[in-house]
């Protein structure tokens, strides 16, 4: 039988998951496919680390795994929600959610010494930062907002907030010394077998990665970023934003680039409070107390320390004297510094810049901001977006162009698979690449502290990623633009393979460009002001930026983009949005039962899904259905039944009730499929006879606090009941699931 994967993850796309999956399951029973579920949330991810130590009742599959291993085939076809990719913080609340539901897991353990704590850490970090989409894409990225989301947004644009020519927000980004600056890159000639080791000041040896086989024509890198350049560049922007009375903020991926990101942010912390850790550091870094974990973390620990008062007064001192510290919730205190994976830089910029290129201040107030990315790889587009705004004011929704993405981002390409290749420094020398034959292919003098990484993108993904961008922009008639850098080794030896492959496509009449990010950004937002599109074509981390950055100024989020992964293999992988503000949603339903969490990113791509099932099993109703939702997602969008964001309105759970019942409509009179219409003509007569008994159900319901059992490990019992609070709906829907 055919079947769809619909992956169980994090937070609000969870809680939507009870609500509008069984939907998805009765509509698709129709058509002969299954719809099943693979639980990848962390907490499951977690549990199934620990599957050899924990008794036989309370194991799961590794649905990851598992997942991974399907991508790599023709049959795939996976519906894959946001996820949560976890930080430490994030993780040992989750450790001690499951603790207390009766799981027998150690702590997270920070510094580990025992065998059994260096296990148990090993575990947890193979389910920290990015464990989920490494492991799932075997293909590269085609993001793109669908014509029906364009044109709403054209027709009822969101709001932006203006932009003056004073405004003094700014980038701050490294000049030297950082991951960019420092990179070297080769492309393999044959097949091989690397070893990276650091051969020490004094002669010594120690093999940092034994074993990293790699392939004829593989893109392998390598870099360092300098610790102390780094707190040099670090207070000198502290002092800077002092001088200059502008917000002081560091926007960081502290959650994918779960080794080198943390650590900058410990620095970042430090930096701003140099005096407390020039007086307190040796007794705070003792204690564990660095700053990777936040602020919060700091003085949670501070509790356990004899001078704790003491060292916190010092804390709040410095804060006082310092520059004004974003805010993520200035109601709550909780700063820009306060956790790691609260501001995550491809959504943090592009909400500064559509907030007139200002953050949150402690008086709750919009202020300029000084935006620190310490390393200057992707920076400087977010300084071409606010010069551009400075200069031309805000974008306008209702005129402007769009900007889709083809990304490179299949077998783990680039800084996203660097990870297991990340090492913090523990002595002066330099690390070295070595292949088989003994050769130093890269070699970087390094410093205690310092950064060092290593990267892989792979020829065939590389080929793909190139057959995608000709595709796409030979199907769409727009311009695609290459974003490589000149200066930077590993753009250089791509820019090489791209020139390469491009011939191996007919390109006659298509305009395909390679450019240095920056003018890439800057040609981009010339012609979306003139209402013109432009294919972004680009490596895995700016795919994460710009899917962010566009989206959030044409549509107001990146939640409704269409994304779509060609899986290299034949199958398809069907991604539904960007989940970053999925915590203050889960918040807002646990105090009000108010779920302001769209789910349209999902619609879209289960038609896709649904379609994709046609090619792999030639089953001729599965199109019908794709068909008919696409159709019912526009109207959704025309008649305004997205979710809102205040109690006692439309909420994620009547959206789908809406939803529904254009979705049975369509089917009922759509002429392709007479069996179709046939099914579905009672259902959408029921539905439009119940829909004023089901929106009074669904409202009703709103304005009190509900309990879900948990927030990494919720109960099902309790969970199912808030998310399918309609008697009348669920009858239908529970009706047509026992007629398949």
């Known amino acids: 039988m055919a079947k769809i994967i619909y992956t169980r993850t994090d937070e609000a796309p969870l809680l939507a998951t009870y609500s509008l999956k069984p939907i998805v399951e009765a509509f698709a029973s129709t058509s002969g ?30 649905a990851l795994a598992e997942l991974g291993e399907l991508a790599k085939t023709p049959d795939a076809n996976i519906v894959k929600l946001p996820n949560i990719s976890a930080s430490v ?57 669908p014509k029906a989301v364009k044109n709403f947004a054209r027709k009822h644009p969101h709001s932006m907030g203006e932009w003056s020519a004073d405004n003094e927000s700014n980038v701050a980004t490294m000049e030297a010394d950082d991951f960019r600056h420092n990179e070297q890159s080769v492309i393999m000639p044959a097949d091989d077998d690397l070893r990276i080791q650091l051969v020490e000041a004094n002669g010594s040896t120690t093999v940092l990665r034994e074993s990293l086989p790699v392939l004829e024509n ?23 934003a002092k001088a200059e009375d502008v917000l002081f903020s560091v926007h960081l991926k502290a959650t994918m680039m779960k080794v080198s990101d943390p650590i900058i942010f410990g620095h970042a912390v430090r930096a701003f409070f140099s005096d407390v850790f020039a007086e307190y550091g040796d007794e705070l870094m003792e204690a564990g107390l660095n700053g990777e974990n936040g602020l919060a973390s700091i003085y949670d620990g501070l509790r356990d320390l004899e001078n704790g008062e003491e060292i916190k007064a010092a ?51 919009l202020q300029d901001t000084l935006a620190v990315l310490p390393d200057s790889s992707y920076a ?33 390409a680039e800084e996203y698979g660097s990870h297991d290749k990340t090492f913090k420094i523990p002595a002066e020398g330099k690390v070295q ?50 974003w490589l850098d000149p200066k930077r080794a590993h753009d250089r030896n791509m820019t090489t393979q791209v020139e390469k492959y491009l011939k191996d496509h007919d390109t006659e009449g298509l305009d395909i460009r390679i450019l240095p990010p920056e003018e890439a950004c800057q040609v981009s937002l010339d012609r979306i002001r003139k209402g013109e ?66 789910s349209l990113g999902e619609f879209l791509a289960l038609a896709e899904s649904l379609r994709k099932l046609a090619e792999i099993d030639n089953n001729p109703h599965t199109p019908i259905l794709g068909d008919a939702l696409d159709i019912a997602t526009e ?61 009074k159900e669904l409202l009703d319901i709103q304005g009190s606090p509900v309990d879900l059992g948990g927030y990494y490990w919720v109960d099902e019992d309790k969970t199912n009941q808030v998310m399918r609070p309609s008697k009348a709906f669920n009858e239908i829907i529970d009706g047509l699931n026992k007629n398949k």
Request: charged content about 30%; glycine content about 6%; aromatic content about 6%.
């Open 380 to 412: 400087g587009i977010y300084q071409v977006v606010i010069d551009d705004c400075r200069k031309n004011g805000a974008f306008d929704p209702t005129t402007m162009g769009t900007v889709p993405n083809v990304g490179l981002m299949a077998q783990k």
């Open 533 to 598: 599109d432009t294919i972004s074509v680009t490596g895995n981390v700016l795919r994460d930026y710009l899917t962010d950055l566009f989206p959030i100024m044409e549509l107001g989020t990146s939640a409704k983009m269409l994304s779509v992964v060609p899986l290299i293999a034949g199958g398809g992988l069907f991604e539904t949005g960007a989940g970053g503000s999925a915590p203050k949603h889960v918040q807002q339903l646990q105090e009000e039962n108010h779920l302001r969490w769209d």
């Open 433 to 482: 690449v070595v292949n088989q034959a003994g050769e130093v292919l890269m070699e970087h003098k390094v410093q205690p502290g310092d950064i060092w990484r290593a990267c892989q993108a792979k020829d065939v993904p590389i080929q793909d990623w190139v057959k995608l961008a000709v595709k796409r922009a030979s199907e769409s008639g727009m311009p695609a633009i290459f």
């Open 89 to 145: 913080p994030q993780m040992k609340a989750a450790i001690k959610e499951l603790q207390d539901a009766g799981y027998d897991l150690p702590d997270f353990p920070d510094e580990p010494s025992t065998e059994e704590e260096k296990d148990a850490r090993e575990r947890y970090d193979s389910v920290k930062g990015s464990a989920v989409n490494p492991a799932l894409r075997e293909g590269n990225s085609d993001r793109r907002a």
């Open 635 to 695: 109207r959704l969008l025309d008649e305004d039944k997205s979710p809102s964001r205040e109690v006692g309105e439309i909420d994620n759970r009547g959206s789908h009730f809406y939803l529904t019942l254009y979705w049975a409509q369509e089917l009922a009179k759509q002429t392709k499929d007479s069996e179709m219409a046939e099914i579905f003509k009672p259902v959408a007569e029921q539905l439009e006879e119940k829909e004023a008994e089901i929106s």
């Open 33 to 62: 496919v299954d719809v099943e579920t693979r639980d990848i949330s962390l907490a499951a991810r977690i549990i199934a680390a620990f599957n050899d130590e924990l008794p036989e009742d309370q194991q799961i599959s590794d």
């Open 218 to 240: 593989e893109i392998v890198d390598a870099s360092v970023l300098s610790a102390e350049a780094l707190d040099s560049f670090l207070r000198a922007q502290v002092a800077r």
């Open 315 to 365: 804390f709040d001192k410095e804060l006082k004297d310092g520059p004004a510290l974003a805010q993520v919730n200035s109601d709550k205190g909780i700063t820009n510094l306060h956790v790691p994976s609260d501001v995550i830089v491809d959504a943090s910029m592009p909400a500064m810049i559509r907030s007139s290129g200002k953050m949150w201040n402690e008086n709750n107030e």
